[in-house]
């Protein structure tokens, strides 16, 4: 039994190549969903394309979240290939500039905002436009015990995972 009612959706994962985000990927597919990896890093996309070869309910796509042009076209593709529009967002993506938040250069604190906050909101309005109407769509905003408990040397992580 699919209990998690994911058979032949179409989710889409963002940081879904490595860590967290490929655990997810991996549960969507063993529950019978078709998944839509997309991740920043192109080492990290290949290896999970190699790794679900076996199946032909993943396509993965190395893609910036905060592009949005990119990210349509992306979705337009799992749209295309799989003939379903996208049910289910897991806004999984982040980035950390490690260091005491006094000496995090301010370029690198701007691009962790840009990533962890803005691409889940280009994301969800993304899935938004792909979504099909009137249908039932969830949308999952990874956060991280960082955001509540704030861990030495991860100032702007903290900021951005409570943000969410």
Avoid at 95 to 105: K, M, N, Y
Avoid at 108 to 115: F, P
Wanted: charged share 15%; proline share 4%.
């Amino acid at each position: 039994m699919n209990w998690l009612e994911l058979e032949h959706q179409t989710c889409i994962v963002t940081g879904g190549a490595k860590g967290l985000g490929a655990g997810i990927t991996r549960a969507f597919i063993n529950n019978g969903a078709r998944v839509l990896v997309l991740d920043h890093d192109p080492n990290a996309v290949n290896a999970i394309t190699a790794e679900l070869r076996h199946t032909d309910a993943v396509l993965a796509m190395a893609v910036d979240v905060t592009n949005e042009s990119a990210v349509d076209a992306a979705l337009a593709a799992a749209t295309q290939q799989w003939e379903r529009a996208p049910s289910v967002l897991v806004n999984n993506a982040a980035i950390t500039s490690p260091g005491p938040l006094a000496d995090v250069p301010l370029d690198a604190w701007e691009r962790q905002l840009h990533i962890n906050l803005g691409g889940y909101l280009k994301m969800a309005r993304a899935f938004h436009r792909h979504s099909t109407p009137n249908t039932a769509r969830s949308i999952v905003n990874i956060a991280s015990i960082s955001g509540k408990n704030a861990q030495p040397q991860s100032g702007g992580y903290s900021m951005s995972k409570a943000a969410i």
